[in-house]
């Protein structure tokens, strides 16, 4: 069956139901849709879009990181009839105006946290869209939507010149998809991790379409560090991962540094190596068991495309037991035009043309290729369209030969040949396997400048590299004519890189000069690769080169970092190195083999944040239940004499987890409120502690130990979960995201501490970072008389009454935390 | 010669810093609300950045980004609202001043303190 449109698609996988189809991941929560919602949300965007005032074939820009939002509002333009131009949000902003200014888009859907290049379009953010497709509304008349209407127009990576908009008809998608997915393997579990931008056709083809109409899921991540990946691929059971070969590269690099932690790990694991060209392939899972476990067990297929992949890389990741499809295509062709399949296979090769796709190769060794997936054209653009073809086959500006049993084989970008004065042709790619071959060569970037063949060297370490050995090396691996006649060593931290990590030749030339005069200059803009040691980090915020960043530095002092760049830098700690460090730590004098130490360091003994999940667990919440029907509630009815619940109601129509909200007057508040509670949130409730309380040094060792006894107490009678007000506040609050995708409750005190007036205090903003990050309804609750019971400082129980009043839940949307925090407060006021 | 209990914060921004700095998301995080992110632009990162400095260096604490908000009113006029967590600071008044030009943000923060409160 083969949808003949996009939409067609979108009709069979309504048949898939209730299964999940999107799973979000942000840094707090996880979030599943189903197919039905799936289909739900991109109808009622549509029905949004056409409200708007936006007619069939006006063109929409998307500009915003992967998520289930970004699907949604793919798929609303299609139904719509509306064209959607998808841009990678990390391009340059001089080429989304050029974009703009050739599509003339009417709306530009984007991302909340990027710079904005000020056009004078209507946007709209892709987190607002919950909003929208929340709202129900009825389905109209939709637009006519045939195989030739232009469904997409994606912009190729280009580096230099006027961007080019290649133009995307139903037919060429769905072509392309059928295509695929009649060759692909069939696997009975199959969900895909997506890690490149939904801007490109390769994400949208395989790791998007395929997945959805064969009823898989897919996981979008809300941010893309190692460690992020890493944690999606352990928890989420992940089948199949597309990727660059690049990406290929940092995630092994990463895997082989998570291995070196452990005692003895690297040692083994060159044992296992070496040994695992020996075994057969199906059995080198079982060689590699740990690692496999540790991404999920399931993660079998890793499909490489936009740019070469080393066969050394290939080779690497096929040994610990993974089936590398590697294959190639271009935006114009939607995009695949040949792949590798299990059981069709050259390393080295990207395997044979697709069904229905044609593939011939020119005279001059050009590629050239025909069939219904190819692009009729780029937008408004004539002229580069009729060059583009040549008597009605596509022209890839690749050169590449076949072998004897129709594998195809890519030898490089024709207009990246570098042609020596003697006439003979060298493609930089040759010269630069070779040169990253060497040890101490990250990366290499060939370019013909002053008349020369000439090397670009990114080294792994600055400071041991020898730049002059490495070319001696790898000219000892090329021919006569391909020679390194001259070299130099990037001093930035990386290349200039398109979103999908192909380096800039053309950018590394134009900066040449720049290097030659000596000018420090600033990096040249580009995707950033993943940070791992603190320098890195400190010579990122800074600007600086790594080798510059010295043991004895202060953050201040040397380096010229304010207070703006120390919250940076703890920010990028957390993001890139995991390390929460205390941002009060980082001040100008701090130096930088001190934040090394911190980052190393474990956490001192007497900081009790480590998370006790143990006590969500089965047995524990039964001799929980004992201890509150036994002992807890009948004491509290002793000397809460009378008490008082009111507004239970208000939860009668509330299903899933919520936030709940009180004032805080007295120890008794949280017992209170258990006892308040109907029995099936108060059975799944994790109340907040302020952490700092715990950490205050005591000195009397009674006191101490009545301080941790109280903590023991508190996390396994009440399962209580500690919330610190400054360093590891991010760490509570994904533990509270983690408690509410589990479906438990989460109970908060925002004015931080006990009233010791009686009277409120106002709501510290913490608690609006908690209501826009977990996305649950906020119920806010009212306890009286307990501060009369037991006010903070008493030494005796005064026997009265009590009430705890249940507030109507509140669905709360702003984006302000210091506005959401002035709702709640009032909520809870009003009790 | 001041009053006993005014204060004033001044700092200015280096814009192409920022710009390096705010492509950083879990910077944006903890630097700024997603209310400030609205007005994407450089310069106004730039200045709220400079902004909640100027408040921090008159108050005399260190910083706690998410406990200011900046607000634009439509007429532009900058203001700073203070969450819960700076109630104890007893400020009477406060006024703040942005602005922009080439390479720079910068922004200015008076304020009155009020009686010290009884302990």
Redesign the interface.
Known sequence: MTPSTVLDLLETIRGFGPQPALVHRT?VRRFVWSYDALGQSADRMAVHLLRQGLRPGDRVLIRAPNSPYWVMALLGCLRAGIVAVPIDPRSPLEFLRAVQSQTEARLIVCG?????P?LPVPHCFVDDLDAIVQESVESPLWPAVGEETLAEIVYTSGTTGTPKGVMLTHRNLSANLSALNSVLPREPWLRFLSLLPLSHMLEQQVGLLVPLARGGQVVYL??LKPTAILEALTRESILAVVAVPRLLQVLREQLQRDIGRIPGGTPLFHLLDSLAPHVPFPLRRLLFWPIHHRLGGRWKYLISGGAALEPDLERAWERLGFVVLQGYGLTEASPVVACNLPDAHRIGSVGRPLPEVAVRIAPDGEVLVRGPNVTPGYYCNPEATATAFTDGWLRTGDLGHFDADGHLYIAGRKREVIVTPAGVNVFPEDVEHALNQQPGVRDSCVVWWRGRIFAVLLPHDQRTFDPRQAVEQANCLLGPSQQTQGYTVWPFPDFPRTPLLKVRRAQVLATLPQLEAGEPG?APSGV?EPLTTVRQVLAQ?A?LPVEQVRSDAALGLDLGL????R??V???L??ELNAEVD??ALTGGTRVREIERMVKEEPSPTRLLRIRRWTRGRLVALLRQAFWQLGLFPALRLVCRPFHVTGEGNLAGLEGPALFVSNHTSYLDAAAILLALPPRFRERLAPAAWAEYFEVPVSHPLGWLARRAAYEIATTLFNVFLLP?RRGFRASLRYAGELVDDGWNVLIF???TRTRTGEM??????I??FA?NLKVPVVPLRVEGLFQILPPGARRLRPGPAAVEIGRPLWLR??????L?RQI?DAVRSL | MLAARQRIGIDL?SI????????????????F???E??????EH?AGV?AAK?AF?KAVGI??D???V?VIMAASGRPSL?????L?HLAIQDLDLSISHEGDYAVAAVVLLLGEEPEP
């Open positions: 840094d909340r946290f990027q710079p904005d000020g809300e941010t600033v950033r915020v600007g304010g207070s703006v760049e919250l940076a703890a920010s990028l957390e993001q941002e009060d007000h925002p004015e931080g205090n106002p709501f510290r903003e913490g609006g970072v826009a702003d984006s302000s935390y210091l506005e925090t407060e | 921004v192409p810093r920022a710009a390096r700095l705010t492509k950083e998301r879990a910077f944006l995080e903890r630097a609300h997603p209310s992110v609205a007005d994407t632009r450089i990162l950045l400095e921090f260190g910083p980004w998410l406990a908000e609202r203070l969450g819960g967590s109630g």
